[in-house]
């Protein structure tokens, strides 16, 4: 069982920076792939990005490409997504997702890929 927990949220204007974080309970962090999705009001949630266990690889969708960041430090048991250049379609609850991660697989898009979420965090950017 994992149990994972975002941080970081909160108000920003249009072109600034947040930080977000999702701290993750459990022994074995470093054997899950983790990724950031969003869910706009009415929209779908979508994937943002995704890191695999040993951080070696990731994955941004292409409408974060150049602005998000995602990184992790498994001795903390924590996730990063630094999110700059923010515009008011960034606006959107953020989520954090883990998935056990089979040996050489890539990092899922999917959201039913993953087995363990957070609650969410709210990123709201005026305009």
């Known amino acids: 069982q994992v149990q994972l927990v975002e941080s970081g949220g909160g108000l920003v204007q249009a072109g600034g920076s947040l930080r977000l974080s999702c701290a993750a309970s459990g022994r074995t962090f470093s054997s899950y792939t983790m990724a950031w999705f969003r869910q706009a009001p009415g929209k779908a949630r979508l994937f943002v990005a995704g890191?695999?266990?040993?951080?070696?690889?990731?994955l941004l969708a292409d409408s974060v490409k150049g602005r998000f960041t995602v990184s992790r430090d498994n001795a903390e048991n924590t996730v990063y997504l630094q999110m700059n250049s923010l515009n008011s379609e960034d606006t959107a609850v953020y989520y954090c997702?883990?998935?056990?991660?089979?040996?050489?697989?890539?990092?899922?898009?999917?959201?039913?890929?993953?087995?363990?979420w957070g609650q969410g965090t709210q990123v709201t950017v005026s305009s």
């Open positions: 997702a883990a998935r056990f991660q089979e040996s050489f697989e890539p990092i899922r898009r999917a959201g039913l890929n993953y087995d363990y």
């Open positions: 890191i695999t266990g040993n951080g070696a690889n990731t």
